[in-house]
């Protein structure tokens, strides 16, 4: 089957019902766009889960604030369609600004609780309220079985989990592991705008979140931990660093002395020209005495 890309929301619920028709299941990747294979791996997850993949590529406008990079974000649909075409992908869905933000476009969506607040929520303030928005839009206009969407931006999986229950959006949000290079760099789009000397740098932040991911397992007080993970990220040429946070796992809520339950470490942190996020996943091998 070779990659078909339409670029309204009719065509797109024309495909998807001449899909339904055949009693085929759905499933949606929603991206931005300048793939690899980090996207790559969320459309095979997609096919273990559905007959028929879509995946969405659209540089969302109101999820960046004007100071971020959304005129420099990389369009590259060319190359993107080559690569979904070879993954067995089935429809690509292109839309312009116009066709998703047509004049009179009035309506937000909008988290309101601490999970949007935090992390990316605080050094980005609006951004998971556009995040809510053109998900909302892509899940109810492909109305699909289910939709992936990756680790690496965990808080937003969050996000998409408790507005799709809160606003009873039938389809099931799944969340893909991090992908990484050799070297342990988190898979990103961003990546690309990374010097030959910074992109040497890069990986430290996995090492450092591996670091304090084991040590806080094992029942270690975490101020000392964030506070050495800074000093490494810094020291590495990162600059400024947005976060270095333990958060649980479920509700977000700060972490501030020991993990006792599964949570997470979370990093964003400037290098050069990017901003690059990661986190890790902590399972406690201890628990509260």
Request: with cysteine.
């Amino acid at each position: 089957m070779s990659l078909t890309t339409v670029h309204t929301v009719a065509d797109l619920r024309a495909t998807v019902a001449s899909w339904r028709a055949e009693g085929l299941r759905v499933a949606l990747v929603p991206t931005m766009g300048a793939l690899h294979d980090g996207h790559i791996s969320l459309t095979k997850l997609a096919l273990e889960h559905a007959d028929r993949v879509i995946v969405s590529i659209f540089v969302n406008p109101t999820q960046f604030s004007p100071d971020e990079d959304f005129g420099a974000y990389p369009r590259t649909l060319p190359d993107d369609q080559k690569l979904l075409d070879g993954a067995g992908v089935a429809l690509c869905f292109a839309p312009s600004v116009d066709e998703m933000y047509p004049d009179g476009f009035a309506t937000k969506v909008h988290v309101d609780d601490g999970m949007t607040n935090v992390l990316c929520g605080a050094a980005r303030p609006g951004h998971f309220d556009g995040v809510a928005q053109i998900v909302t839009k892509l899940l109810l206009q492909a109305l699909p079985d289910c939709a992936i969407f990756g680790q690496k931006d965990y808080q937003q999986l969050m996000v998409i989990r408790r507005f799709s229950a809160d606003l009873n959006i039938p389809v099931e949000i799944i969340g893909a592991k991090i992908l990484r290079e050799k070297d342990g760099l988190a898979m990103s789009s961003r990546n690309r705008y990374l010097t030959p000397d910074e992109r040497a740098i890069a990986p430290t932040l996995n090492r450092v979140l591996a670091s304090i991911t084991a040590a806080a397992a094992s029942g270690a007080d975490i101020g000392p931990l964030l506070a050495k993970g800074r000093e490494d990220i810094l020291s590495a040429g990162f600059d400024p660093i947005d976060y270095l946070e333990i958060r649980d796992a479920q509700t977000l809520d700060l972490v501030t002395q020991t993990v006792t339950k599964p949570a997470r470490v979370f990093v964003a942190a400037r290098l050069g020209k990017a901003r690059l996020i990661d986190n890790h996943a902590i399972e406690p091998s201890h628990t509260a005495g």
